[in-house]
């Protein structure tokens, strides 16, 4: 069974460097053909996507974030992590751990509210 989820603090403060990790448990994340991914749905709003890193390692990132985002990976860990820098409170959201490929999988969500 197929199971992720998020961590990393619910309050940063603004300018600060948001992390959050997820861990996967049930399929190792370098399994052949599966992204994962991260995506944030602001109070309000649509789901939007922030990026991935797929089974080789390789990134892909929104345009609009991509200067202040880097997602990385632990093998060992089965875990893959998000760095979004320098946060305003316009990225206050509930943060989701995405997997594509052979069904989508989605974490529970992680709040994080940017304030001071």
């Known amino acids: 069974q197929v199971q992720l989820q998020e961590s990393g603090p619910g309050l940063v403060k603004p300018s600060e460097t948001l992390s959050l990790s997820c861990t996967v448990s049930g399929v190792p994340i370098t399994t052949a053909s599966y992204l994962w991914n991260w995506i944030r749905q602001p109070p309000g709003k649509g789901l939007e996507w922030i990026g991935h890193i797929r089974d080789s390692g390789g990134t892909a990132y929104n345009p609009s974030l991509k200067s202040r985002i880097a997602i990385s990976r632990d093998t060992t860990k089965n875990q893959f992590t998000l760095l979004l820098s320098s946060v305003t409170p316009e990225d206050t959201a509930v943060y989701y751990c995405?997997?594509?490929?052979?069904?989508?999988?989605w974490g529970q969500g992680a709040q994080v509210t940017v304030s001071a």
């Open positions: 995405v997997r594509f490929g052979g069904g989508h999988y």
